[in-house]
């Protein structure tokens, strides 16, 4: 099993920065992709960030592009990601997710392309 620990999470206004870290334990051996998403208060869970392996593929939510960055320490077995610029529309938890990689450039924005998921972290962006 795999068990995944999201940190980071806080209050900020509006235009400040948070970065979120996720820390993966027990059974990581082996090629994976790490992802982001989030969810707000009585909305649906939504894909925010996808990581390859490699570190060299990334993708982004429209909502975020340009704002968040993603990044990993495959030595840690942590990915992070560091969000600026933030919206009281980017409040919301958010969850790191882990999905067993075919190849090492895989990414992927969809749910069931992940087989761990954290507890979340919540964000709290003030106007």
């Known amino acids: 099993q795999v068990q995944l620990v999201e940190s980071g999470g806080g209050l900020v206004q509006t235009g400040g920065s948070l970065r979120l870290s996720c820390a993966a334990s027990g059974r990581t051996s082996g090629v994976y992709h790490m992802g982001w998403f989030r969810q707000a208060p009585g909305k649906e869970r939504e894909f925010v960030a996808s990581i390859s392996w490699s570190g060299s593929n990334t993708d982004y939510s429209d909502s975020v592009k340009g704002r968040f960055t993603g990044s990993r320490d495959n030595a840690k077995n942590t990915v992070y990601l560091q969000m600026n610029s933030l919206k009281p529309e980017d409040t919301a938890a958010y969850y790191c997710?882990?999905?067993?990689?075919?190849?090492?450039?895989?990414?992927?924005?969809?749910?069931?392309?992940?087989?761990?998921w954290g507890q979340g972290t919540q964000v709290t962006v003030s106007s």
């Open positions: 997710a882990m999905g067993r990689s075919s190849w090492s450039g895989m990414i992927s924005r969809f749910s069931c392309d992940y087989d761990y």
